[in-house]
């Protein structure tokens, strides 16, 4: 049958309940990877797959001989649940100008407090939790909102769309940015009368974070 071991994967996609993207992720496969396969992965793939997945029948997997799942899958656990999960930013640290947040959780994973399993249709780096009230009423004191960096290089804000930007002056910010014609930025809080505009200069920012998910309860 023609591309069966993709049809295969989207097989159990679809019985973990879980996205593409999410799989790709767990497997360390490159974005629309599973869209785009032709044919047979190799055995790189192949062994990610098994990592990630140990429930997954490998033999069923390749040659659609026996059951999806291994017999002992009740003793197993998918690593999809570690992978689904992303650490949450230190309200410490978020406020600390002399640190670039992105390489603080990088080099402290293992030491911080992770979400619970969510599993989106994007990575993320982290989350951050709001604290004060400058941008409500999209975000309140409290929201958990995920952020993804922009790779050096590749910012370009949207005008007037609200980001999280990690400076040396501030700390890290949630603004909406209004690009200025010499590379600064018009950083602009929701409530301009107790928050007012002031201007971040290109050197100032250590990296600028896309907003990808608002998690918020309603109790």
């Not at 014609?181 to 100032?204: M, T, V, W």
Request: with cysteine; proline share 5%; charged share 25%.
């Amino acid at each position: 049958m023609k591309h069966a071991i993709k049809e295969r994967i989207i097989e159990f996609i679809n019985h973990k309940g879980i996205s593409k993207n999410a799989f790709e992720n767990a497997c360390n496969m490159s974005k629309r990877y599973l869209s785009n396969l032709k044919g047979t992965p190799g055995a790189r793939i192949i062994k990610n797959i098994h990592d990630a997945f140990p429930e997954l029948n490998t033999i069923w997997l390749i040659t659609g001989t026996g059951e999806m799942l291994s017999e002992n899958v009740e003793n197993q656990k998918s690593t999809i649940l570690d992978e689904s999960r992303a650490p949450i930013l230190p309200t410490t640290i978020a406020g600390r100008p002399d640190t670039d947040i992105l390489k603080y959780v990088q080099n402290n994973y293992d030491n911080l407090e992770l979400s619970h399993v969510i599993v989106l249709d994007t990575p993320i780096d982290m989350w951050h939790i709001i604290r004060d009230d400058a941008m409500f009423p999209t975000f309140k004191v409290g929201d958990k909102i995920a952020l993804l960096a922009y790779k050096k290089g590749e910012e370009s804000p949207i005008p007037g769309k609200i980001y999280a930007i990690d400076t040396t002056s501030n700390g890290l910010i949630i603004r909406k940015l209004i690009p200025e014609e010499n590379g600064a930025y018009i950083a602009r809080s929701l409530n301009e009368e107790r928050y007012p505009d002031f201007i971040i200069k290109e050197a100032e920012i250590i990296r600028i974070f896309r907003i990808v998910y608002l998690g918020r309860s309603i109790v």
